[in-house]
T-cell receptor
Framework: GAGVSQSPSNKVTEKGKDVELRCDPI?????LYWYRQSLGQGLEFLIY????????KSGLPSDRFSAERTGGSVSTLTIQRTQQEDSAVYLC????????????FGEGSWLTVV | AQSVAQPEDQVNVAEGNPLTVKCTYS??????LFWYVQYPNRGLQFLLK??????LVKGSYGFEAEFNKSQTSFHLKKPSALVSDSALYFC?????????FGDGTTLTVKP
């Protein structure tokens, strides 16, 4: 696609429910990133994929968070047993070496846990 | 370890005046440096980057940034600010496969 696509754009969920956030990167981009951003704040790195493998999972805040990437393309970020502090914007981004590793971001998935 | 500092949480300028948003970095080796802009309720948009070559990099919307190796800085500049430039700006450094973002600077341009 032309840009990084994320879905859903907005999600309201009840505390304790599981949520899945989807990211479709730019076609041909081998690297994929997930970040979290609380309202008006900076970016919190969550996880990075190179192809289907995740060499850096250091940012996942707890074992309730997991992510996978299949076919070197689409990625899913799953949050189990959501808590109110999980409320944030979840930003996905992608890049490729041939473009100087410029990271391009999606519009984000806005998660509200009530 | 690498790091990025944006020393100003907030920058206020009058429309038509020049603007500078500061960024300094710490990395061992030669970094890739980036600036992004985030408008309210939107994702981050790429503005410009420095990889190698000319220290002055020109980007989108009339923005430019100057790489200064001795001062380890990559300040974002624009000669004449517009009200529509008001947004949150992020500096980022990439080195050895890892990208690090600053905490962001809110730019407010007043008419």
């Amino acid at each position: 696609g032309a840009g990084v696509s994320q879905s859903p754009s907005n999600k309201v969920t009840e505390k304790g429910k599981d949520v899945e956030l989807r990211c479709d990167p730019i076609s041909g981009h081998t690297a994929l990133y997930w970040y979290r951003q609380s309202l008006g704040q900076g970016l919190e790195f969550l996880i990075y994929f190179q192809g289907n493998s995740a060499p850096d999972k250091s940012g996942l805040p707890s074992d309730r968070f997991s992510a996978e990437r299949t076919g070197g393309s689409v990625s899913t970020l799953t949050i189990q047993r959501t808590q109110q502090e999980d409320s944030a914007v979840y930003l996905c981004a992608s890049s490729k070496r041939e473009e100087g590793n410029t990271i391009y971001f999606g519009e984000g998935s806005w998660l509200t846990v009530v | 370890a690498q790091s990025v500092a944006q020393p100003e949480d907030q920058v206020n300028v009058a429309e038509g005046n020049p603007l500078t948003v500061k960024c300094t970095y710490s990395v061992s080796g030669n970094p890739y440096l980036f600036w992004y802009v985030q408008y309210p309720n939107r994702g981050l948009q790429f503005l410009l980057k420095y990889i190698t070559g000319d220290n002055l990099v020109k980007g989108s919307y009339g923005f430019e940034a100057e790489f200064n190796k001795s001062q380890t800085s990559f300040h974002l500049k624009k000669p004449s600010a517009l009200v529509s430039d008001s947004a949150l700006y992020f500096c980022a450094v990439r080195h050895q496969g890892k990208s690090t973002f600053g905490d962001g600077t809110t730019l407010t341009v007043k008419p």
